[in-house]
């Protein structure tokens, strides 16, 4: 009867919300390099340099995008946010392209730190990382609307 009473226990302790635990996910944004003179971008925009459509923007710039590492949950949740696609769906949507030949997929960061260096020093390059991240480095040219 003790060890029933121990696991109701254990289970009501585990059900409990508890305040100050971080959230399991984190809001997004699109930063690029303060030199490079990219304004806001539209969620078209990102779209299309993101899945290799175009990476000249209309002010002429061209765009590098950089995606996070492949197995990253925020690389999940870009692509899901931005065109309601799965990381499957992803990479074989990137497999049919590369094997044809029409364009190259986005660079990969090791991390959302590594992200930011790049774009710091490269003013072409364009990349996701959480918002709670973002410093005087970049700025930020896109956020997801929900």
């Known amino acids: ?48 340099i993101f899945l290799g459509r175009y990476r000249r923007l209309a002010s002429g710039v061209t765009a590098e995008p950089l995606d996070q ?10 692509y899901r946010q931005l065109v309601d696609k799965s990381l499957a769906e992803i990479n074989a949507y990137w497999a049919r392209l590369v094997f044809s030949g029409k364009t190259r997929p986005p660079g990969v960061a090791s991390s959302s730190e590594d992200a930011m260096q790049r774009v710091s020093l490269h003013p072409e390059t364009l990349a996701y990382i959480e918002k709670s991240r973002v410093d005087a480095r970049v700025v930020v040219v896109f956020e997801i609307v929900e």
């Open 1 to 48: 009867m003790k060890a029933i009473h121990t696991l109701l226990l254990i289970l009501l302790i585990l059900l409990i919300p508890t305040p100050g635990w971080p959230a399991t996910t984190e809001d997004w944004v699109l930063i690029a390099n303060p030199k490079a003179g990219i304004g806001r971008l539209t969620q078209d925009e990102v779209t299309n």
């Open 69 to 78: 590492p492949a197995d990253s949950a925020l690389r999940a949740r870009f």
